[in-house]
């Protein structure tokens, strides 16, 4: 069984910076890819971002191309989601995503078969 726990959420002004961590546990567990993923109130779950484990490639939705940065701790089998420049538009729950196999589809909410509770994230203007 693989544990997912988000952390870091809360809330800020425009243009501030926020940082998101995202740890997942499990015995002899070893993830794939780990993402985040973004749900606003009245809208679909939405992409946010995506690491593979192996190399470090990362994906990112364009609404956040620039100002967020996704990162790993291989150690800690850990993921950070570094918020900048943040618009109200941020606001949302976010949740991150794990996927233990290989997969083809970094955005699709569909290949993740492991998900935190989400943690609130606020931006105000």
């Known amino acids: 069984q693989v544990q997912v726990a988000e952390s870091g959420g809360g809330s800020v002004q425009a243009g501030g910076s926020l940082r998101l961590s995202c740890a997942a546990s499990g015995r002899t567990f070893s993830p794939y890819r780990m993402a985040w993923f973004r749900q606003a109130p009245g809208k679909e779950r939405e992409f946010v971002a995506a690491?593979?484990?192996?190399?470090?490639?990362?994906t990112y939705a364009d609404s956040v191309k620039g100002r967020f940065i996704i990162s790993k701790d291989d150690a800690k089998k850990m993921v950070y989601l570094q918020m900048n420049s943040r618009k109200p538009e941020d606001t949302a729950v976010y949740s991150c995503?794990?996927?233990?196999?290989?997969?083809?589809?970094?955005?699709?909410?569909?290949?993740?078969?492991?998900w935190g509770q989400g943690t609130q994230v606020t931006v105000s203007s």
């Open positions: 995503a794990v996927r233990s196999n290989a997969g083809w589809r970094p955005s699709s909410p569909y290949e993740y078969g492991y």
């Open positions: 690491i593979r484990w192996s190399g470090g490639s990362t």
